[in-house]
């Protein structure tokens, strides 16, 4: 009997890590949790697919979405034209990050992006980034990190959709959304094939979409905590993992 198509495969970007004095890679439980919730089959990325000629590639030829998760990390400002260090770097996620975006541009894969994964997302496409938005005209967008995780991620403040947005129509709404904020960089230019999906009151952009792509969504916060209880959170993930499912029979097609 042959095996049922029914859940696609989502590959999930990890984060590198010290865990007593080993190297490691890790993700979150909540986005791989996220994704099995909304009915997709979650794979972890690991950067040394990078480092051998046709391995990312034979990888992502089995996958039919892209998640590029949030993280502790920064992504080092030369990327975007900056010059100074980053004191939280991950060199090696900047390096399979761009070339997974590049890869699922070029063959139309549906993408998901969240908080550092925006970030990815837009500095592959010719952004760049506000490295510290502790300063006005914005206000604050970080964590406080002496809270407990549930008040961390605490609704923080609302959003504004652009009208007829990829966002807009998936939320089947355009009425202004609550979203958490743990971030300290932003988004300062989102680069030319990048259309700004939401705003928050200081005019910080917190979501983009890549034109000309079926499904390629960023958002800054985090709809992967507790999506069930998260206003627009399940139909995030509800609708990148559909636009997966689409992704996968077109590839039957072929």
């Given at each position: 009997m042959g095996i049922?198509?029914?859940?696609?495969?989502?590959?999930?970007?990890?984060?590198?890590?010290?865990?007593?004095?080993?190297?490691t890679q890790t993700v979150?439980?909540?986005?791989?949790?996220?994704?099995?919730?909304?009915?997709?089959?979650?794979?972890?990325?690991?950067?040394?697919?990078?480092?051998?000629?046709?391995?990312?590639?034979?990888?992502?030829?089995?996958l039919d979405g892209l998640l590029l998760?949030?993280?502790?990390?920064?992504i080092e400002p030369w990327h975007y034209g900056e010059a100074g260090e980053e004191l939280h770097a991950d060199p090696g996620r900047d390096r399979l990050a761009f070339q997974l975006i590049t890869w699922a541009t070029s063959h139309k894969m549906p993408m998901f992006g969240i908080c550092r994964g925006l970030q990815e997302l837009v500095v592959a496409n010719g952004g760049a980034l506000w490295r510290e938005l502790s300063e006005p005209p914005f206000q604050r967008h970080h964590e406080d990190e002496s809270l407990?995780?549930?008040?961390?991620?605490?609704?923080?403040?609302?959003?504004?959709?652009?009208?007829?947005?990829?966002?807009?129509t998936l939320l089947d709404s355009s009425s202004p959304?609550?979203?958490?904020?743990?971030?300290?960089?932003?988004?300062?230019?989102?680069?030319?094939?990048?259309?700004?999906?939401?705003?928050?009151?200081?005019?910080?952009?917190?979501?983009?979409?890549l034109r000309?792509?079926?499904?390629a969504l960023a958002v800054q916060w985090h709809p992967?905590?507790?999506?069930?209880?998260?206003?627009?959170?399940q139909a995030l993930f509800s609708g990148f993992i559909q636009a997966a499912?689409?992704?996968h029979r077109g590839k039957e097609d072929e």
């Open positions: 049922i198509f029914d859940k696609p495969l989502i590959g999930v970007v990890m984060c590198q890590k010290e865990l007593g004095g080993h190297p979150h439980n909540k986005y791989i949790d996220a994704v099995v919730q909304a009915g997709g089959v979650p794979l972890a990325l690991p950067h040394s697919l990078t480092n051998v000629p046709h391995l990312l590639e034979n990888a992502m030829a089995v998760t949030g993280s502790p990390s920064n407990t995780l549930a008040q961390q991620y605490a609704s923080a403040h609302q959003v504004t959709l652009e009208p007829d947005g990829m966002l807009a959304l609550t979203v958490n904020s743990l971030h300290h960089q932003g988004v300062r230019e989102p680069g030319p094939q990048l259309r700004v999906e939401a705003r928050a009151p200081d005019g910080l952009i917190e979501a983009v979409s000309h792509h079926p499904f992967e905590w507790q999506p069930e209880r998260t206003a627009g959170s499912r689409r992704y």
